[in-house]
């Protein structure tokens, strides 16, 4: 036996004690030991136990209190016990979440950018049996060059008098290790880390900061192992910033895709963006929308399953050849008509599409179905696969994914699930065929992960906020979502009304109850096709903006979760009389004057009822904006559907909106209030008083209620994985949202149009390093089309930002287009991430010719068609290598990592 003591340094608060948690390596899946450690002080702990020679242990530190114990953040620690050793000494440090080693620790820089090349190392040698006692020094250093190695250098002979360091092995990467033997029993060392050439062992880097100071202590002469681990290399500043490309997979254009992109079309998109430098691709999210078999299913954020991805993005081709000979024939006609389209025609793809797979069904199944692979992909997926293909039968049977209405099934059922898609069933074959699709999607976006990670390059992919009301996931598990609400989007610059998503919010109390289960599942899978992973609209984990089911527009909403105002603390604040004043439509004779125009008498006969003094109020039948849109979308109506907008805005001109349940005694602030026909009525004391709890309650009430909440939801899903998290925080932003996402080591987001703080443009070069930034991105136009589209606002960035004289052009030259990306390129941001199209945007000859053709979402537009597509396969584009190694220079001159 062995002892195993362990110190570690740590000011804990009263109530609170240390421990660790133990285990040998070959016991990983079983519940681990724990022992309590001791203090004198409240900052140094120690404890020692005694453990089997000959074997590894995996431990790790955490804190008990009164709310529950807190662990140390990973990766969980390791300690080798060799046959020889009598104490080993453990002096470790606390591992913090909010530290930069926890970036490079993802899978992102671990497994791909800074992947290193063990299969050439050595092992570190164990310790022979004669031993004498060693100093083991163990780094955790994530964040180093792979042509680069770690060193030990100090101020004694086994570190080499500060001219010769010990070089560590990287064997156990991230951990550098090196075990030096000391003749001496006790002493102080100063050292430093180096990083150093393989080869010839010559220092290339010391750390930063002052030396390394280590006290040692053995009671014997031999059989003694006193190991420090220590956290991180100190890089003077941070030294790896690279660059990527976004484009949605949809978007994509190769000569093999069939009318749109698909999963392997990444595989030569990774091509080009290694010509160019690039070490990300980004994507929008990759599930399955297949809803109602219309155009509408394009919304790439409105998936029916969060774990089953998207049929229209398989190649075809790569499943297998047509054996008849017409269906190749006309499988080639078909191809080569729908990629002469400029833009995706999502209905002619999902007929053809699913047409040729069905036939690739009927011709393929029974060996694919024997595979050794395929019944892996089942048996792995099955909790939700199976239900995600029965879904889709009942989807078809049915002609609706709303299950409500379904003749049959409409409540989930594990037994029913088995019953139809049991082989022999009626219904085996309808429902094996969309197994059979996701076996083929799994693998290829795999092959493409793959491939694009052997040139070095991270595949990043997007996880929405929300689920689709008529989904799998609502099917499945109602409970975990409030089907009452939909979640939507406050109003900003770029969508003046607020966006209604129609998505059911989460029951983040019913969804904690197992752990946050759901969500670790959901993470999971994501990770097996994503290396990093950007979070949309992380705010909504702070609150969420929540539409009542009866309105349209998103200026009818409200946070949740919220802490509404009672009716004394508006008191307070100096609102007075009657609340239905500014709880009600407000509808003056004049208001209706200037909405409505010609139509007043109409409105007035057939909509309103007066109540007085020259004021309105609508008639029940038209008393919400979901009623308004029902009514006039009635055939007898149509001819007055102009009037839906102005009725919207009616609605909604409020000041006060009542709290749900409270029976008139809680009440939230509109907002926007202040752009209200009710807020203009008042007089400038109350309009000062309104002023004041809307900025009240927007901006300071929620702020620690709020990052309660992200605390409580957010750990629990970056930590899932070992994905690298970035998170779009953008919009109306919370005051707790920067500190949340520090902490836990969030990248977020910069766009240079939508600037955080008070100010019209970003600069890039004052971004954090921890942040990426982009020109622009999906949800608004290009550089070229935001130019030309507002010749105004480009005046004002030409002058102010560009700090350029004179008369700005009317026309975005590419030269402007590359100054604007060689901004974002020199910006300290870790990331710099390009649309496609503003990198093409450099070349006259490779550009689209026209600009206002390459936004791929207009937020705005509920209705909005997703169908945007490259004009340029990327075959043609890898082979435009001067473009590309031009790009390549302009990533290369900024500072960042193109090799």
């Known amino acids: 036996m062995v002892n195993l003591h362990f110190h570690i340094h740590y000011l804990t608060s009263p109530g609170e004690q240390l421990f660790v948690d133990y285990h040998p390596q070959y016991k990983s899946s079983e519940q681990p030991q724990r022992i309590m450690l001791r203090t004198l002080d409240g900052g140094h702990w120690i404890g020692n136990i005694s453990v089997d020679a000959e074997t590894t242990y995996i431990y790790q530190y955490g804190i008990q209190q009164i709310q529950g114990d807190v662990m140390e953040t990973k990766p969980a620690r390791q300690i080798r016990i060799d046959t020889d050793a009598k104490n080993i000494y453990l002096f470790d440090f606390w591992r913090v979440r909010q530290n930069l080693n926890q970036i490079f620790l993802s899978a992102a820089f671990r497994d791909v950018i800074l992947k290193r090349d063990l299969s050439t190392r050595d092992k570190l040698p164990t310790l022979p049996d004669n031993a004498k006692n060693h100093l083991s020094f163990m780094l955790l250093a994530p964040d180093v060059d792979p042509g680069l190695v770690v060193g030990v250098i100090g101020d004694s002979d086994f570190l080499g008098n500060w001219q010769h360091p010990v070089i560590l092995s990287d064997h156990a990467f991230p951990v550098w290790k090196a075990h030096i033997p000391v003749d001496n029993m006790g002493g102080t060392v100063s050292y430093k880390y180096v990083l150093c050439d393989p080869e010839s062992g010559e220092v290339k880097a010391w750390e930063d900061g002052g030396n390394r100071v280590l006290n040692y202590q053995f009671p014997g002469e031999t059989g003694g192992r006193h190991c420090v681990t220590d956290e991180g290399f100190r890089h003077a500043a941070p030294w790896w910033r690279g660059a990527g490309v976004a484009m949605p997979v949809f978007s994509l254009r190769t000569k093999k895709s069939f009318g749109i992109g698909e999963f392997l079309d990444i595989i030569t998109l990774s091509d080009v963006c290694a010509q160019a430098g690039m070490k990300m691709i980004q994507v929008l999210p990759v599930n399955d929308t297949i809803a109602n078999k219309t155009w509408k299913d394009s919304y790439p954020y409105a998936a029916i399953s969060v774990f089953a991805l998207h049929p229209l993005y398989i190649n075809l081709q790569d499943i297998a050849p047509f054996t008849k000979k017409s269906h190749a024939q006309k499988f080639n006609r078909d191809l080569k008509k729908l990629n002469a389209l400029e833009q995706v025609d999502f209905n002619a793809v999902l007929e053809l599409k699913m047409a040729y797979l069905r036939i690739l069904y009927d011709q393929e199944r029974e060996k694919v179905f024997s595979t050794r692979a395929f019944k892996k992909f089942v048996k792995d997926n099955k909790s939700w696969l199976l239900p995600y293909a029965v879904f889709c039968h009942l989807r078809d049977e049915n002609g609706t994914p709303d299950f409500n209405q379904w003749r049959a099934h409409s409540t989930f059922s594990q037994r029913a699930i088995n019953a139809l898609a049991k082989k022999g069933s009626k219904t085996y074959e309808d429902v094996w065929f969309y197994i059979f699709l996701q076996y083929h999607a799994d693998r290829q976006l795999k092959e493409a992960k793959s491939y694009a990670a052997e040139k070095g390059i991270v595949l990043k992919g997007d996880l929405p906020i929300g689920i689709y009301r008529y989904s799998c996931d609502a099917w499945m598990a109602p409970e975990l979502y409030h089907m009452d609400e939909q979640a939507g989007a406050p109003p900003d610059d770029y969508s003046e009304l607020g966006q209604n998503w129609g998505f059911p919010t989460y029951n983040w109390e019913e969804m904690a109850k197992d752990g946050f289960a759901w969500w670790k599942s959901r993470m999971h899978k994501l990770s097996e096709y994503f290396d990093a992973l950007r979070i949309d609209h992380i705010l909504g984990f702070f609150r969420i903006w929540q539409i009542p089911l009866d309105q349209v527009q998103g200026t009818m909403g409200m946070f949740n979760p919220r802490l509404a105002y009672h009716m004394h603390e508006l008191y307070r604040f100096g609102v007075e009389g009657d609340l239905m004043r500014y709880s009600r439509p407000f509808i003056p004779e004049y208001v209706l004057y200037e909405l409505f125009e010609d139509d007043v008498e109409y409105v007035v006969q057939n909509l309103l009822e007066g109540i007085g003094h020259g004021h309105y109020r609508l008639r029940e039948f038209v008393n919400t904006q979901v009623k308004v849109r029902d009514f006039f979308n009635q055939e007898k109506n149509q001819s007055r559907k102009h009037l839906i907008r102005p009725l919207y805005q009616l609605i909604s001109d409020v000041l006060l909106l009542e709290e749900p349940g409270s029976e008139a005694s809680g009440f939230n602030p509109r907002i926007t209030l202040n752009k209200t026909f009710s807020y203009q009525a008042l007089s400038d004391h109350e309009k000062g008083i309104f002023d004041t709890l809307y900025v009240e309650y927007y901006y300071q009430r929620h702020d620690d209620f709020w990052r309660r909440q992200a605390m409580w939801k957010l750990p629990p899903i970056v930590n899932a994985t070992d994905m690298l998290i970035c998170g779009e925080d953008l919009g109306?932003?919370?005051?707790?949202?920067?500190?949340?996402?520090?902490?836990?080591?969030?990248?977020?987001?910069?766009?240079?149009?939508?600037?955080?703080?008070?100010?019209?443009?970003?600069?890039?070069?004052?971004?954090?390093?921890?942040?990426?930034?982009?020109?622009?991105?999906?949800?608004?136009?290009?550089?070229?089309?935001?130019?030309?589209?507002?010749?105004?606002?480009?005046?004002?960035?030409?002058?102010?930002?560009?700090?350029?004289?004179?008369?700005?052009?009317?026309?975005?030259?590419?030269?402007?287009?590359?100054?604007?990306?060689?901004?974002?390129?020199?910006?300290?941001?870790?990331?710099?991430?390009?649309?496609?199209?503003?990198?093409?945007?450099?070349?006259?000859?490779?550009?689209?010719?026209?600009?206002?053709?390459?936004?791929?979402?207009?937020?705005?537009?509920?209705?909005?068609?997703?169908?945007?597509?490259?004009?340029?396969?990327?075959?043609?584009?890898?082979?435009?290598?001067?473009?590309?190694?031009?790009?390549?220079?302009?990533?290369?001159?900024?500072?960042?990592?193109?090799e």
């Not at 703080?757 to 020109?775: E, I, W």
Request: hydrophobic share 35%; proline share 8%.
């Open 732 to 898: 109306m932003i919370p005051a707790p949202v920067p500190g949340v996402m520090k902490e836990l080591n969030i990248i977020p987001l910069e766009i240079q149009r939508m600037p955080k703080g008070n100010t019209r443009y970003g600069n890039p070069a004052a971004y954090d390093y921890l942040t990426v930034c982009s020109p622009s991105c999906h949800d608004m136009s290009t550089i070229r089309g935001w130019w030309e589209a507002d010749h105004e606002n480009a005046q004002l960035f030409y002058n102010t930002h560009l700090q350029i004289m004179g008369q700005a052009p009317q026309t975005c030259y590419s030269s402007l287009v590359e100054m604007i990306n060689r901004e974002h390129l020199n910006a300290p941001s870790i990331l710099a991430i390009f649309p496609l199209q503003d990198l093409l945007g450099m070349d006259d000859q490779l550009k689209k010719e026209d600009p206002f053709a390459e936004q791929i979402n207009e937020p705005s537009d509920p209705d909005h068609y997703w169908r945007y597509r490259l004009h340029i396969d990327l075959e043609d584009l890898n082979k435009e290598t001067a473009f590309l190694h031009r790009v390549r220079q302009l990533v290369r001159d900024s500072g960042r990592i193109v």
